[in-house]
């Protein structure tokens, strides 16, 4: 087992080249995520936090220097996972590929079919891409899909314009 200094010392240095991802934006997401899949595992973070009993998760990545939520982070980790670990890839071999794009891969994304994904996430254009991906979710081609339509309610942010489905379901009455 790794003596606590070299453990400390190594999620030191693994929080430095987060902070630096991060800096760098777009291009270091990949690496940013395998980053912080590195500190959360065994709770690496915390040598960097320091050993406080309230202090978690939440807030290191609440830190100035990290600033992410939860989600964005989970998601960051995610990407990571299914691509680097995984799928064995290196993360130089698929920064140029849109973020979102890979985000949305990591559900159906396989070692069989990753070569045809990945090209397809990196050279399509966005119409051609998301086809690839519900035939690749689905298994449906949707050139050849007898379309069965339903209605679906939208609402709308009169401020902001948000929009969002309606919950399904007798809306509840009012109490009195």
């Known amino acids: 087992?790794?003596?606590?200094?070299?453990?400390?010392e190594q999620a030191h240095g693994w929080y430095e080249k987060l902070v630096l991802c991060l800096r760098a934006g777009s291009g270091a997401w990949v690496a940013a995520g395998l980053y912080l899949s590195k500190l959360r595992k065994d709770n690496a973070y915390k040598t960097v936090l320091g050993e406080h009993p309230t202090w978690g998760w939440d807030d290191f990545l609440n830190q100035p220097e990290i600033s992410l939520p939860y989600s964005t982070a989970s998601k960051l980790m995610r990407v990571a996972e299914v691509f680097v670990e995984k799928l064995g890839?290196?993360?130089?071999?698929?920064?140029?590929?849109?973020?979102?794009?890979?985000?949305?891969?990591?559900?159906?994304?396989?070692?069989?079919?990753?070569?045809?994904?990945?090209?397809?996430?990196?050279?399509?254009?966005?119409?051609?891409?998301?086809?690839?991906?519900?035939?690749a979710s689905t298994g449906i081609d949707q050139d050849f899909c007898a379309h069965r339509f339903r209605e679906v309610t939208i609402q709308e942010c009169e401020v902001c314009h948000v929009r969002r489905r309606k919950p399904y379901g007798k809306p509840k009455e009012k109490s009195k």
């Open 1 to 8: 087992m790794k003596s606590l200094k070299s453990r400390s």
């Open 89 to 135: 890839l290196p993360d130089r071999a698929i920064e140029h590929i849109p973020y979102y794009r890979l985000k949305s891969l990591t559900s159906c994304i396989t070692s069989e079919n990753k070569d045809e994904l990945l090209e397809s996430a990196e050279h399509h254009s966005r119409a051609d891409f998301e086809r690839v991906l519900i035939k």
